[in-house]
């Protein structure tokens, strides 16, 4: 029994040694515990999830590391690949994905300096379309860069451009400024 656990062993080195690390995993694996089995088989698959990496496939990188655990240094390469790709929505566009995805990644790197400069961006763009929607956002971003000034500069606009068609209305936003300052 241990010469052919030994040839089985011998057959599962030969597929990594040909590069066929996800047929050599399952043969290592298939092997229980003999000999170092169990090691190889995470073996192949820690250079199969570097090679699924290294053709660009994030999110089967992030799979692959991921099923490894605390294999090496596969968690952070789960986290290095999570970052990549939110990185890549906020560069495509994908504003609110990439807001959720450096937000996961807490405080990995400058997730969530990212994340808060995309929300940054958010609430200005929408300062023009939409100045209570803008206000609500900069108000939520609390202290990032000037986020409070820029709701307090929002505020004063609207109440502003209140003066000559409702002036009580205009007078209501004013105090509610005052008593913003005297507080």
Known sequence: AARMLDCDYAAAQALADAGLHEEAAIAFEALGEHADSALRAREQRYIEAESIAATGDVN???????????????????????????????????????????????????????????????????????????????????????????ALQLRYQQAEALVNTDLAAAIAAFDALFQHFAA
């Open 60 to 150: 089967g990188a992030i799979e692959a590391f991921g099923a490894l655990g605390e294999y090496e240094d596969s968690e952070e390469r789960v986290l290095s690949l999570r970052y990549t790709a939110a990185a890549a929505m906020a560069e495509s566009g994908e504003t609110e994905a990439a807001i959720e995805a450096f937000t996961a990644l807490g405080e990995y790197q400058d997730s969530l300096e990212r994340a808060n400069a995309l929300r940054y961006q958010e609430a200005t763009a929408l300062a023009l379309a939409d100045p209570e929607e803008a206000i609500a956002a900069f108000t939520a971003l609390g202290d990032y860069q000037d986020s409070a000034d820029r």
